[in-house]
């Protein structure tokens, strides 16, 4: 693909995302979008992403899953971020090209404000992503680099917490999680955030149209 082309081709996205990081209790950043720091002050996070739907110009995006790392120094909106991508083995040459123009912000979009806030790339790289679900728990799994597993917090009469209708850039309803799992190793960081918040969104992402 042409560089001209970046930001210019039409994507979308839907699926589900679930999201581990450091915040002791419920990351502040959905509700306050940015302007409250972290409960600790600092980001470390991965995610998860199942695509159940998806395209890329004329690539089918369909049936595979991505997982990312996180590194936010302080409040999101104040840039920074160091990132790293694991796009799913099954994605041929140009899927994978096409997964990294999202993730990367590139792609302009729902995701475009990576490309504002990302100071570093740390790699992408090809891995076998395992994204499952079962009953309500959901479990990502990259190699042992990332090892996780996230489940609803129970609220009244047993039923999901949710936060409705935000402007997080993910997407307006945020199930409240936390980690039943929650471990990385790579790119030299080693995590472990069992027990710490998490959030599971379905998602309905697009780009230029």
């Not at 950043?29 to 409960?39: A, E, F, Q, R």
């Not at 990502?140 to 402007?167: A, R, Y």
């Amino acid at each position: 693909m042409a560089l001209d082309e970046l930001g210019t081709v039409p994507w979308t996205i839907k699926g589900e995302l679930i999201l581990n990081c450091n915040c002791t209790v419920f990351c502040p950043c959905v509700v306050s979008l940015g302007k409250h720091p972290p409960t600790e002050g600092y980001c470390q996070a991965w995610a998860g992403v199942r695509i159940d739907e998806g395209q890329y110009g004329d690539l089918d995006l369909g049936g595979l899953n991505v997982g990312l790392m996180l590194e936010i120094p302080g409040l999101m909106g104040r840039g920074n971020w160091k990132v790293a991508a694991y796009i799913d083995e099954r994605a041929d040459d140009a899927t994978y090209e096409a997964l990294i123009n999202i993730f990367s912000g590139k792609a302009r979009g729902t995701t475009g404000l990576f490309s504002a806030l990302v100071s570093e790339f740390l790699g992408a790289e090809r891995a076998p992503v395992v994204f499952e679900t079962e009953g309500k728990a959901r479990r990502l799994m990259v190699g042992k680099k990332i090892q996780g597993e996230v489940v609803p917090v129970e609220g009244n009469k047993g039923e999901d917490i949710v936060v409705t209708n935000t402007e997080y850039w993910m997407g307006p309803d945020i199930t409240v999680a936390t980690a039943t799992k929650g471990r990385v190793r790579a790119f030299g960081r080693v995590w472990d955030f069992d027990g710490r918040s998490a959030e599971i969104c379905q998602i309905d992402w697009k780009g230029p149209r």
